[in-house]
């Protein structure tokens, strides 16, 4: 099989996008050297790591309770995992030894929670798939970041796809993830991954091993309180559902402009930021003149500039709206001359 008919498998199976990544690249670029994941550390005859995309439907946006898009996530989840396992047997049936990864797990030998074997944002990238946003999630040019990844790791060795050169995320002069973030956490091309836990994985790990810590160090009539708590609660949700484990906090995705379901559903409901206030303006301001400076910014520095967009933004999303809207035109002409 070559790198076109896995993709027409990919998207037959119901991927929404895909990508195919060497192997061999990951390897030689792990996201952060220290702690490294890289295919060749889960198995020493990946060629090929095939990347498949399952957009979070947009509608999920416009609902007053963040719970929906939780819901909804696990849903994208789960059939993301079957797209993947399904591609796996069918290249395996045909002779090519493939597996998948879990797109949401934690290599501990590597770093204490939230660290995968593989990053999956890091796979998208390099299969062609999207650069990073300011607050380092893929952005899709077709979904922006509402999306899940996947790897699929082959011993078929595929043609890779060419990382996008352009930064697809406006940058510091849009902003609007760090205005929309609830706990600061939106850094200069980074993330405060603490702060940005507390909204994010309510539920999580860390939140969990806290709860129980507490819990054994406390008296009878506190651990009663605590056994009829919100938070016990939402652990049992997490396990059932996987809500409030992580995934939790939507705002950073709801509020980004790129992508076309972006400009279909989201434009209108999302276009005021109620979390704005002026310190997170003028933080905005000041990592926009430190890009103008050139000032050294660790997000942007030699290692990682290959992720954001070597050739930095030249105008994508606005390219994008003008496409948007002119097929918007052109079906309501349409629609009206039938009409007529
Ligand atoms: S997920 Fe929420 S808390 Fe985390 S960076 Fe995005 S907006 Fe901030
Ligand atoms: S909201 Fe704006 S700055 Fe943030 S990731 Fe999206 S395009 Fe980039």
């Not at 119901?14 to 390897?27: C, H, M, Q, R, T």
């Not at 709860?211 to 009663?224: C, L, N, P």
Request: include cysteine; charge should be positive; charged fraction near 25%.
């Amino acid at each position: 099989m070559n790198a076109a008919e896995v993709k027409q498998l990919a998207r037959h199976l119901g991927a929404d996008l895909v990508g195919i990544a060497s192997a061999e690249v990951l390897n030689a670029f792990p996201p952060d050297p220290r702690w490294p994941q890289t295919p060749d550390r889960i198995s020493p005859y990946c060629k090929s790591v095939i990347v498949i995309v399952c957009r979070i439907p947009a509608a999920a946006f416009r609902a007053k309770h963040n719970v929906l898009v939780q819901y909804l996530d696990m849903l994208v989840l789960r059939r993301m995992d079957r797209i993947a396992h399904r591609l796996c047997e069918t290249l395996e049936r045909r002779g090519y030894p493939t597996f998948t990864t879990a797109g949401q797990e934690t290599d501990w030998s590597l770093k204490k929670a939230s660290y995968g074997r593989l990053s999956t944002r890091h796979l998208g990238i390099e299969a062609g798939l999207g650069t990073f946003g300011l607050e380092v999630n893929i952005l899709t040019p077709e979904f922006g970041p509402r999306v899940y990844l996947t790897g699929i790791l082959t011993e078929l060795e595929l043609e890779a796809d060419t990382p996008i050169r352009e930064q697809v995320c406006i940058g510091e002069s849009c902003s609007r993830c760090l205005y929309s973030c609830p706990t600061d956490a939106v850094l200069h091309w980074n993330i405060d991954k603490r702060n940005c836990a507390l909204e994010a994985q309510e539920f999580g790990y860390m939140t969990a091993t806290a709860y129980f810590d507490k819990f054994i160090g406390a008296d009878t009539e506190t651990r009663k309180t605590m056994l009829r708590s919100r938070d016990l609660f939402g652990f049992w949700q997490g396990l059932l559902r996987v809500v409030g484990s992580f995934g939790d906090c939507p705002r950073c995705l709801a509020v980004c402009p790129v992508g076309n379901d972006y400009h279909a559903h989201l434009t209108d409901h999302q276009k005021v930021i109620p979390e704005r206030t002026p310190d997170k303006v003028a933080k905005a301001k000041a990592y926009k003149q430190a890009r103008k400076r050139g000032d050294p910014v660790p997000g942007l520095d030699e290692w990682n500039i290959r992720w954001v967009g070597p050739d930095g933004y030249k105008g994508m999303v606005a390219r994008q709206l003008k496409a948007f809207r002119e097929a918007q035109a052109a079906r309501a002409e349409q629609e009206q001359k039938r009409d007529d």
